[in-house]
């Protein structure tokens, strides 16, 4: 798993692999929770519980052999690739998400309405063909709710990447620092 590779180059005191990590966001949820019987706004620090599980279930099937839409994923990248390539495109601008996300993550908001069926489906992009992707503020939703706007680059535009997402952000100056209350 390409995050233990990351996380074991990290000093410390840094988790050292996912398995360290994810026992770390254990004992936070944990302290968290006594907080939240203590605050109000302690509850809404809590990683998101969707991230959380993505991370469990990347822990539990990583021994696993490669699924049979592999191949079709590495079609997929090498066709992305070409089209770039032939098209002169250094990368993919697209929202992150299909849909704003709703401002509660830590319960169901029965308010909350996407129409898309898959609203996360344009994240995936990157995973399947292999390229790097990276998410930046593109604003704020009506809710307060943050909007991410995905740079998908060719595999090893990495550092290409990292420069078009740094110059976006000085120049639109979206990102804010979350409030604390």
Known sequence: MQLDRYLGA?????PRDTAALLARIDALESAAQIAASITAHAARRSP????IAALRHALATRDEPPRLGLPAARAFGAALAGLMQSNGCAALVFPTLACPASPRFDCDDPTYRC??????AAMHMASAAGFPEISVPMGWTEAGVPAGLSLLGR????RLL????????????????????
Do not use: F, K, V
């Not at 990290?10 to 840094?14: K, V």
């Not at 129409?115 to 996360?120: C, G, I, K, Y």
């Open 10 to 14: 990290t000093p410390s005191p840094c």
């Open 48 to 51: 998101n519980p969707l991230t």
């Open 115 to 120: 129409r898309a069926s898959n609203p996360l």
């Open 155 to 158: 595999a090893g535009d990495d």
């Open 162 to 181: 990292l420069g078009i997402a740094r110059d976006y952000e000085a120049a639109t100056r979206h990102r804010q620092p979350p409030g604390l209350g």
